[in-house]
């Protein structure tokens, strides 16, 4: 089989049914040609860095649950899985809907997941990886070009043969990211040789996720916490008005402050990933039981893999854009047996789970 891409990074690790260790995402800046296919990166924002190049999801397949409009691209992660040939690559790719409105309690509508995966013997990847200094990144645009994928110019998603019909060379994946680019530039340099052709940004700032193991709570870091704990209550509380609040203390509150001194360890998380392990709940309501995650089309049962911690938050800036999208955290399970029937790109399941309102006032108060 040929193979038309280098590749330019040693293989990462595989990650395995989980051990008991969880690795932990994090985010850091890096080089854009980083974030392209050839790289198999984990990422956040701009667009996706697709890993099959056959049968990308339909546009029809990343329409948000709620009002029926483009999902756009938040994350993917690259994680193959040792004990299938399979998927020697193989990456997790997560869309979200951008209008505030669609986000509500627990709701997990404005979301989609799909699985990609590839052997190590494949029509777009080299079996070797080479050296980094040997890839051009435009070799990959060509790579595209020859498995007939025509992108999004604004979302970076599958058009199909939808484009512009004055200039049939801008392609779009939806009426919607059509509209905002002609109103965004399009219009004046449509045709127009020379004239700037302005894309609107409607995408997430882009970076890497790095991962490495979560440090274990020894009791060095736990006598740390209990000190750190002792500070904040020695801050004017009598003695009784202490015992009142501990009263008071509700299952939720205790709930989330556990929550709070297992993330506190590396607060800078923005991603907990243990295949076949158990999330980290922020709340202890709404927490799925077994019959609440369907099982894959193939018959397999689907097992919890990454989530998506609240820190993610603040390096999508949505707070200047609107407020309301929200998260406690995001659980996404995938198919255990790693199923590769029918198209290219496997549908899978997220689970949203909210803060208690409760909760919410405690954040807003510390
Ligand atoms: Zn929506
Ligand atoms: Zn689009
Ligand atoms: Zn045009
Ligand atoms: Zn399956």
């Not at 299952?251 to 590396?266: A, M, T």
């Amino acid at each position: 089989m040929e193979c038309l891409l280098p590749l330019c990074r040693p293989f990462k690790m595989a990650a395995p049914i989980s051990d008991g260790k969880i690795e932990l995402g994090f985010i850091e800046k890096s080089e854009i040609w980083r974030q392209t296919s050839p790289f198999f990166p984990s990422k956040v924002g701009g667009r996706p860095s697709w890993l099959s190049l056959t049968d990308l999801p339909n546009s029809s397949k990343l329409l948000c649950g709620n009002c029926g409009k483009p999902v756009i691209f938040l994350l993917q992660i690259y994680c193959p899985v040792d004990a299938f040939e399979g998927t020697f690559h193989r990456t997790l790719f997560l869309f979200i809907c951008k209008d505030s409105v669609c986000h509500s309690q627990n709701s997990n509508k404005p979301f989609i997941v799909f699985r990609s995966q590839l052997p190590r013997v494949n029509s777009v990847y080299n079996f070797e990886p080479i050296e980094e200094e040997n890839v051009k990144t435009s070799e990959f645009d060509t790579t595209i070009k020859k498995f007939g994928i025509n992108l999004c110019v604004l979302c970076g998603c599958n058009a199909g043969n939808k484009k512009c019909s004055k200039c049939h060379t801008t392609f779009y994946c939806s009426k919607e990211h059509q509209l905002i680019h002609w109103k965004g530039g399009h219009k004046t340099a449509c045709c127009k040789d020379g004239v700037q052709d302005e894309v609107p940004n409607i995408l997430f700032p882009e970076n890497e996720i790095v991962t490495e193991p979560e440090p274990s709570l020894d009791e060095q870091q736990r006598d740390e916490t209990e000190a750190v704990t002792k500070q904040e209550t020695d801050s004017g509380y009598s003695a009784e008005e202490l015992e009142k609040m501990a009263l008071k203390e509700t299952k939720e509150d205790k709930h989330f402050l556990s929550f709070k001194d297992r993330i506190g360890l590396e607060p800078e998380q923005v991603l907990r990933y243990q295949r076949g392990g158990d999330p980290l709940w922020v709340s202890h309501n709404h927490q799925p039981v077994p019959t609440d995650i369907p099982a894959c089309q193939c018959g397999s049962r689907r097992i919890f893999e990454f989530q998506v911690m609240p820190q993610m938050l603040i390096h999508l800036e949505v707070d200047k854009l609107d407020a309301s999208i929200d998260w406690g955290t995001l659980a996404v399970y995938t198919c255990e047996a790693n199923c590769n029937e029918g198209e290219a790109y496997h549908a899978e399941f997220l689970w949203k789970q909210d803060y208690e309102k409760s909760s919410d006032s405690k954040i807003q108060d510390s």
